[in-house]
């Protein structure tokens, strides 16, 4: 064979075996054997070998792996990858439904309702329809780049198929990696026979898999994967999530086939409760349902809240339960001295995963429920939380069995516990509580806050045993002597954790705020104080009245943020943190110069030059923000054609409308 014949027979082949996994693998539809199938792809890759220039960029073979990575990329998504709010109940998939037919003011609309897959979310990027690249989920903004990895997932295509409709020149798709029960087991059994930790549940089996560094390992693992949501495509364009569905399909991705249209929630409920009681039959896991509207224009219109579309919700099935004994109660302490009841039971296998341990809450659900060491009692795992106890077996109660009490005194440091008037919960009272610092520098030094690499429990545990930091800003004092002379801390790592502690003198402000451990201040507040405020000096000076003009805070926010700083204990801490150089700042004068200054607005109708994220988007860019229900805090409603009740609401509370010339006006946007 000369070149020109060769370069003919490896596309030839290139062609085959992926129609052959087409077939296979998507169609269920196979028509040659496992044998002759393998017998093309060998030929494949023995004229690759002897002319790896001719390789084809969508080459099957590529299937099999190839040499380990050093590390991960980091690849961002070019539109977030959100997460979707949670129904846990009926009632809350009926409320959720009218608040979107209420924003949409119809009363009627169709929505699609789908498993809610129980693996990883990842965005795979082709481009003129080959496979490029892939990513994890990662924070929704940036993940890793799996592309290698992803490329040996069977049913992933690496060229898409332009018969049935054009393939867009750019196109994103996000969708679930997942581990089937079968392979799930088998998986197990190997890792046991080779003497390795087995994986709790398919999901870390997944996830395990698909973040190896040696993609032949991925390879084996027989990963499967469903595509679900567009990222970004170009010219392209359909009216309704079915219609997205059909395209993935006729692109040639797997997609999950227990999708249903539905006329009304009533539908979407009766579809949930059958999956529900189907889940045992399906040979991968799911956690629940993914509710969605179809009609892509509304779900436009209700736009973003948040991290999770408002055009989306997941429902989700109820709790799993089995039964098994308690050997013992613990009290276990917290960063904020609160104490919580856990029960050490015997270890139970619980909708995938083995649990051990079951939190009490506190000293009244212990009373409530009557539970006692020694008793047999109902588990429960609700979704990802942690798994609780629901009741005792009353007639399997060991005869000298005694209620339980929480002790006076702190377990870990044996100072005084009480329980103040109002609060559930009892509280250990010795700020300098051991459990209590190792708690707080467990959190600051954590991925969500601080993120050094290489600060884990034990390290914690053991720099606060041996005096050696107090508080977190005592991490900034450590010397790599101190760090090198621990027990079992080999000299490289305490060098890269010394690195990964001065790196962290870089961290986002809000990174910082979220780390200081701020009560009822989570993640999400974080950013959102960090961008408004710019600086730790400025939110410290804040009042609480200029907090809680801030979209999204309320009183409870904005007290404790106020306490935190008036503390001269943290004062103190806060002093010594920017005296090591953790002073992030963020320029919000371009913002709080903005036209749109502390001003709140909502979008009602339909607007000829924006949609609900476009507005956003500029008014925020202006320093405002923007809601999408009237309040007494809203300073002007934005109303198109079609206004509602939105409209009645902001007349009666005397709320500036405009309209969307006006607005246009306003921000200078004509
Ligand atoms: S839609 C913007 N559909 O659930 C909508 N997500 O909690 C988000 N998931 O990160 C994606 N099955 O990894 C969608 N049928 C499904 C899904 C699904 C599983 C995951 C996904 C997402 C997470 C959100």
């Known amino acids: 064979m000369d070149q020109q014949q060769t370069l003919g027979r490896i596309r030839e082949l290139t062609i085959a075996l992926n129609e052959h996994n087409h077939r296979y693998y998507i169609l269920d539809d196979p028509i040659i054997s496992d044998a002759a199938y393998d017998a093309l792809l060998r030929e494949l890759q023995d004229l690759e070998t002897q002319f790896p220039e001719l390789k084809q960029t969508d080459s099957p073979t590529q299937r099999v792996g190839s040499l380990p990575l050093s590390g991960f990329e980091q690849l961002s998504h070019s539109i977030p990858m959100l997460s979707l709010s949670n129904a846990m109940d009926e009632e809350e998939l009926l409320s959720f439904d009218t608040r979107v037919r209420k924003d949409l003011e119809v009363d009627q609309l169709d929505y699609v309702v789908e498993p809610k897959l129980d693996g990883l979310g990842v965005e795979l990027i082709y481009v003129d329809g080959i496979f490029t690249a892939g990513s994890t989920r990662g924070d929704g903004f940036t993940g890793e780049n799996i592309t290698q990895n992803l490329r040996t997932l069977k049913a992933l295509p690496l060229r898409l198929r332009d018969k049935l409709r054009p393939v867009p020149p750019y196109l994103e798709v996000r969708g679930e990696v997942f581990m089937g029960h079968k392979d799930f087991e088998l998986l197990n059994q190997r890792q046991m026979d080779e003497e390795k930790q087995a994986f709790a549940n398919p999901r870390n089996a997944a996830a395990g898999s698909l973040r190896q560094l040696d993609s032949r390992i991925t390879a084996s693992r027989n990963l499967l994967i469903n595509l679900y949501a567009p990222g970004q495509i170009d010219n392209f364009s359909v009216d309704t999530h079915m219609e997205f569905i059909q395209a993935l399909k006729d692109w040639g991705f797997p997609v999950n086939e227990l999708y249903k249209l539905c006329p009304n929630i009533d539908h979407v409920i009766q579809f949930h409760n059958r999956l529900e009681s189907d889940r045992e039959n399906l040979e991968y896991d799911i956690d629940g349902t993914v509710t969605k509207v179809n009609r892509l224009d509304y779900q436009d219109r209700l736009g973003i809240r948040s991290r999770s579309p408002r055009w989306a919700i997941a429902g989700k099935f109820k709790a799993r339960q089995e039964i098994t004994k308690i050997l013992s109660i613990s009290p276990s302490v917290g960063r904020t001295g609160a104490i919580t009841p856990v029960a050490n039971l015997e270890p139970v296998h619980l909708g995938g995963v083995m649990v051990a341990r079951a939190t009490l809450h506190n000293q009244d659900e212990i009373d409530r429920k009557d539970i006692r060491e020694g008793d047999t009692v109902v588990v429960q795992r609700a979704g990802d939380v942690i798994p609780e106890v629901v009741k005792s077996i009353l007639d399997k109660r060991p005869k000298e069995s005694q209620p339980y009490i929480i002790p006076d005194r702190c377990p870990a440091c044996h100072g005084h516990v009480i329980r103040l008037e109002g609060e559930a919960k009892h509280y250990c009272q010795n700020i300098s509580c051991t459990a209590q610092i190792k708690g707080r520098i467990e959190h600051f030094v954590s991925k969500r806050c601080m993120d050094i690499d290489g600060f884990g429990t034990k390290l914690v545990a053991q720099l606060v045993d041996s005096g050696l930091i107090t508080s977190i800003a005592d991490i900034y004092v450590l010397t790599l002597e101190q760090l090198a002379n621990l027990d079992r801390m080999a000299d490289k790592s305490a060098q890269n954790i010394m690195e990964a502690i001065a790196s962290s003198k870089s961290a986002d402000l809000w990174r910082l705020i979220h780390g200081l451990g701020i009560r009822n201040v989570g993640e999400h507040i974080s950013k959102v104080i960090a961008s408004k405020y710019g600086s730790l000096a400025a939110l410290g000076e804040a009042t609480a009245e200029d907090l809680e003009?801030?979209?999204?805070?309320?009183?409870?926010?904005?007290?404790?943020?106020?306490?935190?700083?008036?503390?001269?204990?943290?004062?103190?801490?806060?002093?010594?943190?920017?005296?090591?150089?953790?002073?992030?700042?963020?320029?919000?004068?371009?913002?709080?110069?903005?036209?749109?200054?502390?001003?709140?607005?909502?979008?009602?109708?339909?607007?000829?030059?924006?949609?609900?994220?476009?507005?956003?988007?500029?008014?925020?860019?202006?320093?405002?923000?923007?809601?999408?229900?009237?309040?007494?805090?809203?300073?002007?409603?934005?109303?198109g054609p079609g206004a509602g009740s939105k409209m009645e609401k902001a007349t009666k509370l005397g709320v500036n409308i405009l309209t969307e010339d006006e607005f246009q006006t306003m921000v200078g946007a004509e």
């Open 549 to 639: 003009a801030t979209h999204e805070v309320g009183p409870i926010v904005a007290r404790g943020v106020v306490e935190f700083f008036k503390d001269s204990d943290n004062q103190g801490i806060l002093n010594k943190l920017a005296k090591h150089g953790l002073n992030p700042t963020i320029d919000v004068s371009a913002r709080n110069d903005g036209k749109l200054s502390g001003l709140l607005f909502v979008f009602t109708g339909k607007l000829e030059h924006f949609n609900r994220d476009s507005a956003r988007v500029l008014v925020e860019s202006l320093g405002g923000s923007t809601a999408n229900s009237i309040s007494k805090k809203t300073d002007y409603l934005v109303a």
